[in-house]
């Protein structure tokens, strides 16, 4: 069926909400059926969760309960959303996944490896990425691009629970999704970030479109969906 489930990773600022909408545009206009969505978050229950753990609430708790978390949340929206759009012949574009979780909790979090694991097998299951990109920027240049980003919206919003993290977790995570990248290149494509919108869409569309394979356009959409975070 070639790549109906494609993932958006990396890390805060890259870019991934703006190029989401883009690719989803460019999809749409070629007839495929599209459900945007995003984690945390992406079904109702997921985005309660969503909540408690963007604003901080979580983070008392330890990077071991925040991937408890996101893995519920992940179950939930993998039942409620992700599943049925596939079923329904649908290309779904999720902003993040299980490997923010690898990322996050386990390589900038210190969260064991083999329990990161036991997580996924569980919240996951045989529903995988066929494809994950991953949007790769200079840290300093992508927390810039966040702090420009929240002060364009105009609503005075102070960094939320990760932009807000030290130099160097950001470094880990970068250097996180990159290691991640290497393990898995059949799936796994980085993107270079840098320069304008048109040239980074047109990065994403180099490598999605040998990737649709036999997918076939639907042109009935499916049930309404979610808006992406930004990032």
Do not use: N, W
Not at 111 to 134: F, K, N, S, W, Y
């Amino acid at each position: 069926m070639g790549a109906r489930f494609i993932t958006f990773e990396g890390g805060e600022g890259t870019g991934k909400s703006t190029q989401i909408a883009r690719l989803a545009e460019r999809l749409r206009s070629r007839g495929y059926a599209v459900v945007t969505t995003r984690e945390p978050g992406g079904s109702p229950h997921a985005e309660e969760l969503r909540r408690a753990i963007l604003s901080g609430e979580a983070k008392k708790l330890g990077p071991f309960a925040e991937a408890l978390l996101f893995a519920r949340a992940r179950q939930d929206h993998l039942e409620a959303t992700i599943r049925p759009a596939l079923a329904a012949g649908a290309i779904v574009l999720c902003d993040r996944f299980a490997d923010s979780t690898r990322a996050y909790q386990g390589a900038a979090g210190s969260v064991a490896t083999p329990l990161i694991d036991a997580l996924e097998r569980c919240a996951v299951g045989e529903t995988r990425p066929d494809l994950t990109l991953i949007l790769d920027l200079p840290v300093a240049t992508a927390l810039a691009r966040a702090a420009s980003r929240r002060e364009g919206t105009g609503a005075g919003e102070g960094a939320d629970r990760y932009e807000g993290e030290a130099l160097a977790f950001h470094e880990k995570l970068r250097e996180a999704f990159h290691a991640i990248a290497a393990r898995e290149p059949e799936r796994c494509v980085v993107i270079d970030a840098s320069g304008d919108v048109e040239t980074v869409e047109a990065r994403i569309a180099a490598a999605v479109e040998p990737r649709l394979g036999h997918a076939t356009p639907v042109r009935e959409e499916p049930a309404a969906e979610p808006d992406v975070v930004h990032g």
